[in-house]
């Protein structure tokens, strides 16, 4: 399947950065290959380092919520194997897709059967627009999209110091078989509720910010906010190599605002779909506030300074 974070081991923690080598990927690389299972917080795991993307997993009353499953079809089933071997083997009962680039849903197929989704024993819930943009950009442009992904992201050349050292959001991106069940539940605007396994997701739809469709939501019972990718530990391309559709920083901004408007006075942990979760109220807002900060003033700046000469 293509998968062997054993070729990043050159990267050792707590090593200097080689001189070939920026020191600040060199320690975000560093911190991208602690791989595993994590607990986020008393019944949400993670699984990092199987794929560009992270997995997480919900327990709920019945089953499992599955988040983002991955790239592939093989990693996300490993994730699922490897979350089973510590913890207690639930059916999935749902499936969320954050957003509608391919390394947040091209697992499905790994760790959810489709005749589960037919006869109404798995839900699968995505924002609004997401088939069109996830087809927009993996099927209508999707050759020259991966070719110039592969020039981006560099996951041609050898992982080594003077070769591939990460890729920012994670080691690499996985090499099998990317898979799509379309979604049965819509979100269509901020602010719906849905009890999800009998736990209570809130929702906000992030349109046009990391990508056309995406969403953030919060899980009432836990405390628990995902922002998605409009919150990383890393300043995110506005417009992405590859050729995917432009990003609007001043939208992003005001949807990090409003998530804190909308849950910063009670939350307690912040997680992602990329990197590792932050923890604390205080943390949490300081986290999203700076991000906020940092894409509104890359649009503003950009403005002014074009509007300069």
């Known amino acids: 399947m293509g998968w062997d974070p054993a070729k990043y081991d050159f990267i050792e923690e707590g090593s200097e950065a080689p001189e070939t080598v920026n020191p600040s990927l060199w320690r975000q690389s560093q911190l991208l290959n602690i791989s595993g299972l994590f607990e986020v917080t008393d019944g949400i795991y993670q699984v990092r380092n199987l794929d560009l993307s992270n997995m997480t997993i919900v327990e709920g009353e019945k089953g499992l919520t599955i988040m983002d499953p991955l790239v592939s079809a093989e990693t996300a089933k490993v994730a699922l194997d490897l979350y089973y071997e510590h913890?207690?083997?639930?059916?999935?009962?749902?499936?969320?897709?954050?957003?509608?680039?391919?390394?947040?849903?091209?697992?499905?197929?790994?760790?959810?059967?489709?005749?589960?989704?037919?006869?109404?024993?798995?839900?699968?819930?995505?924002?609004?627009?997401?088939?069109?943009?996830?087809?927009?950009?993996?099927?209508?442009?999707?050759?020259?999209?991966?070719?110039?992904?592969?020039?981006?992201?560099?996951?041609?050349?050898?992982?080594?110091?003077?070769?591939?050292?990460?890729?920012?959001?994670?080691?690499?991106?996985?090499?099998?078989?990317?898979?799509?069940?379309?979604?049965?539940?819509?979100?269509?605007?901020?602010?719906?509720?849905?009890?999800?396994?009998?736990?209570?997701?809130?929702?906000?739809?992030?349109?046009?910010?990391?990508?056309?469709?995406?969403?953030?939501?919060?899980?009432?019972?836990?405390?628990?906010?995902?922002?998605a990718e409009d919150s990383t530990h890393t300043l995110h391309n506005t417009y992405s190599l590859r050729g995917a559709k432009i990003r609007d920083p001043l939208a992003w901004s005001k949807y990090l605002n409003q998530a804190l408007d909308m849950w910063g006075d009670e939350v307690e942990v912040m997680y992602a779909m990329h990197h590792w979760p932050v923890w604390g109220k205080d943390k949490v807002n300081e986290h999203i506030s700076t991000q906020r900060d940092m894409y509104r003033f890359i649009n503003d700046e950009t403005l002014r300074m074009a509007n300069q000469g």
């Open 87 to 227: 913890r207690p083997k639930k059916p999935v009962v749902a499936v969320i897709y954050t957003h509608s680039h391919v390394d947040h849903y091209g697992g499905v197929r790994g760790v959810v059967d489709e005749a589960d989704v037919n006869a109404g024993k798995v839900d699968i819930y995505a924002p609004v627009g997401f088939l069109d943009a996830a087809v927009a950009e993996n099927v209508m442009a999707g050759n020259v999209m991966s070719r110039r992904a592969s020039y981006m992201y560099g996951n041609l050349l050898p992982p080594s110091p003077q070769g591939q050292v990460g890729a920012g959001l994670g080691t690499t991106t996985s090499a099998g078989t990317v898979t799509l069940i379309p979604p049965t539940k819509i979100i269509e605007k901020t602010g719906e509720v849905h009890k999800i396994d009998g736990l209570t997701y809130e929702f906000l739809n992030a349109p046009g910010s990391e990508a056309p469709s995406e969403m953030l939501y919060y899980i009432k019972e836990k405390k628990a906010l995902n922002t």
